[in-house]
C-alpha cells in the first residue's frame, strides 16, 4: 500500500515536471506586406562605340564603329491588274459549285487541288432507273437478328422467323451475321427463282453508305459519308469482286441469262431472264458495285452493296491472260442450258457427282443434294432421302436436268441418256413416236395414246418437251421416292 502511494506521488510531480518544460506559444506577428517603391531610372549615357571587353584599345587610336550590313532586295515588281470580277487561276468565288468530273475522273476541290474533294463520278452515284419488277422485300430489324445451334446445326433467326440454316457451317454462319450486322438493313430483297442468286440490304428504301462515299441525301454529292443510312465496311464477307457499272449488263451465256461486265460473270440465273433484268436494274438504281460472297467453296450467301470508289479508270485492254480468265469462268459455269439438237439450249443443267451425294435437312425436308444444287425433296422420311442417294449413284448420274415449267426431270450420263435403271424404282415404259401434246382439262399435257405422262403449260412448251424426250432417246419415266415426294427421271432402256 505504501508503495503504490509513493508511486502516485512520483507520476504526479512528473507529470508538472514534463508540463512546465513546454515554452509557451509566442504571439505572431502579423506580416505587413511591402510596398514596392518605384526604381529610380537608370541614368542615360551618351550613345558610344561598342568595345570588346577582351580588347584594350591602343592609347591615342580612334575606334571606328562597325558598318551596318545592307541586304540588297530584288527590284518590286509591280503586279498586273485583273478586270472586275475576275478571280486569280486555281481559285472560285464563295458558293461557287464545284464542275462536276468526267466519267474516269477525280474531283477537285474548291482551289483546284486534285484529290482533295469528293468523288464526283456519276458512274459510282445511284440512278433513276426503275425497276422492271416488284421488289421481294423482306422486313427485318438487325437488332432481333442471332445465330442459333438447332439439333446440331446453325441458323439466323429474326426473331421468331428462322432466316437461314447453315448445316454444320459454323464459320459461315458466324460471318453471315456479321454481314447483317455490318449492313444493318431495315428490308431484305432477293433475286432468284427458284432459291435466291442474290440479295442486298435495303435502310428505308435506299442502299446501306459506304465509308467514303457521299451521302444519299445529298443531292450534290458532297456531304457526309454517313448522310442516309449506317457506314458497310464489308465485314464477314469471304471474297469481294468489283462491278464495272459502265459495262455491267444481262447476256445470255451457255443456254443461261447472266449478269456480266468487260471483267467478270456475276451471276448466273438458269433459264430466267427476267431475273437477270431485275438484278441490273437493282445494281444502277442503288449504286452497288460489289459482289460479296460468304463461304468457302460453295458460298452459302452471295449479296450486293455499294463499295468507296476512287475514280473508274480508262477503260484498257487487260491483255490476253484476262480473257483466258474470263472464258475460265464461262467454260466452269455449273448451272446451264441443256443442248438439244435442233433446237438449242432449253431448261437448265447441273454437273452431278455421284460419289459426293449429299443426305442432309432442308427446313423440315430431307433432301438429296449435290454442293448446293437440290436433287429432290422426300419430306420427313431420311430412310427415302438416303435410298435415292444410292439410286443415283448405281446410275452413275454426271448432269441433273430441269425444263418446263410442270418441273420435268431428269438425268444423264456423260451428255447421254442413262441405261441402267435400278429394278427396284417405279416407272412406266412408253413410246417416243407416240407422244403428242393436247389440252388435258385446263391445262396441256404430253400424253401416250391419250394417257397423261406429264405436264406443260403451253402447246409451244410441250413440242419443246418431245424434241427433248425424242432428241436424247428416252423411253421410260421413272420415279424415286415414296408415296408423292421424291423426283421424277427420265431415262432409256438397253
Not at 477525280?106 to 426503275?130: F, M, S
Not at 456531304?223 to 465496311?233: E, N, Q, R, W
Request: charged share 20%.
Amino acid at each position: 500500500m505504501r508503495r503504490r502511494l509513493f508511486l502516485a506521488k512520483c507520476g504526479l510531480v512528473l507529470g508538472v515536471g514534463s508540463a512546465a518544460a513546454q515554452l509557451p506559444p509566442f504571439p505572431q506577428t502579423p506580416v505587413t506586406p511591402a510596398t514596392t517603391q518605384p526604381r529610380p531610372p537608370f541614368p542615360q549615357f551618351p550613345q558610344g562605340p561598342v568595345v570588346p571587353a577582351s580588347a584594350s584599345p591602343a592609347p591615342n587610336v580612334p575606334v571606328q564603329p562597325a558598318a551596318p550590313v545592307m541586304r540588297t532586295q530584288p527590284p518590286f515588281q509591280p503586279g498586273v491588274a485583273l478586270p472586275p470580277g475576275t478571280l486569280p487561276p486555281g481559285f472560285s468565288a464563295p458558293g461557287a459549285a464545284t464542275p462536276p468530273a468526267l466519267p474516269g475522273q477525280v474531283g477537285q476541290n474548291p482551289n483546284g487541288n486534285p484529290g482533295l474533294g469528293q468523288n464526283l463520278n456519276p458512274i459510282a452515284q445511284p440512278q433513276e432507273v426503275p425497276l422492271p419488277y416488284p421488289e421481294a422485300k423482306t422486313p427485318i430489324n438487325v437488332r432481333d437478328v442471332t445465330l442459333k445451334r438447332v439439333s446440331g446445326g446453325w441458323q439466323l433467326w429474326s426473331g421468331f422467323k428462322m432466316v437461314r440454316d447453315f448445316g454444320d457451317r459454323e464459320l459461315d454462319a458466324r460471318n453471315a451475321l456479321r454481314v447483317y450486322k455490318d449492313l444493318r438493313p431495315t428490308e431484305w430483297v432477293t433475286i432468284g427463282t427458284p432459291r435466291p442468286v442474290v440479295e442486298y440490304a435495303l435502310v428505308d428504301g435506299k442502299s446501306p453508305v459506304t465509308l467514303g462515299m457521299p451521302g444519299r441525301d445529298d443531292a450534290a454529292g458532297g456531304g457526309g459519308a454517313t448522310t442516309g443510312g449506317p457506314v458497310v465496311t464489308g465485314a464477314g464477307a469471304t471474297n469481294i469482286v468489283p462491278i464495272d457499272l459502265r459495262t455491267v449488263r444481262v447476256e445470255a451465256v451457255r443456254g443461261v441469262w447472266c449478269v456480266r461486265d468487260d471483267d467478270n460473270l456475276h451471276f448466273n440465273f438458269g433459264p430466267v431472264r427476267a431475273d437477270a433484268e431485275q438484278a441490273v436494274a437493282a445494281i444502277r438504281r442503288y449504286g452497288f458495285n460489289r459482289v460479296g460472297t460468304v463461304g468457302q467453296g460453295v458460298p452459302v450467301m452471295t449479296y450486293l452493296f455499294a463499295g468507296s470508289e476512287e475514280a473508274m479508270p480508262a477503260k484498257a485492254d487487260k491483255g490476253p491472260l484476262a480473257r483466258v480468265a474470263l472464258q475460265a469462268q464461262i467454260d466452269g459455269l455449273t448451272r446451264v442450258g441443256i443442248p438439244v439438237a435442233g433446237v438449242g439450249f432449253v431448261g437448265e443443267m447441273t454437273p452431278v457427282d455421284s460419289r459426293k451425294l449429299d443426305v442432309r435437312k432442308d427446313g423440315g425436308d430431307w433432301v438429296v443434294a449435290s454442293g448446293a444444287e437440290v436433287l429432290g425433296r422426300f419430306g420427313p422420311s431420311e430412310w427415302a432421302a438416303r435410298d435415292a442417294a444410292r439410286a443415283m449413284g448405281d446410275m452413275r448420274v454426271t448432269e441433273f436436268c430441269k425444263v418446263g415449267s410442270g418441273g420435268l426431270t431428269f438425268f444423264l450420263v456423260n451428255g447421254k441418256a442413262p441405261t441402267r435403271v435400278p429394278f427396284n424404282l417405279r416407272g412406266r415404259r412408253f413410246d417416243p413416236a407416240a407422244l403428242k401434246v393436247q389440252p388435258f382439262g385446263n391445262r396441256f399435257a404430253v400424253t401416250e395414246n391419250g394417257r397423261h405422262l406429264f405436264d406443260c403449260a403451253t402447246a409451244e412448251e410441250g413440242e419443246t418437251l418431245l424434241r427433248v424426250v425424242k432428241g436424247y432417246g428416252f423411253d421410260q419415266l421413272g420415279f424415286i421416292g415414296s408415296g408423292k415426294v421424291g423426283v421424277q427421271f427420265l431415262a432409256k432402256a438397253q
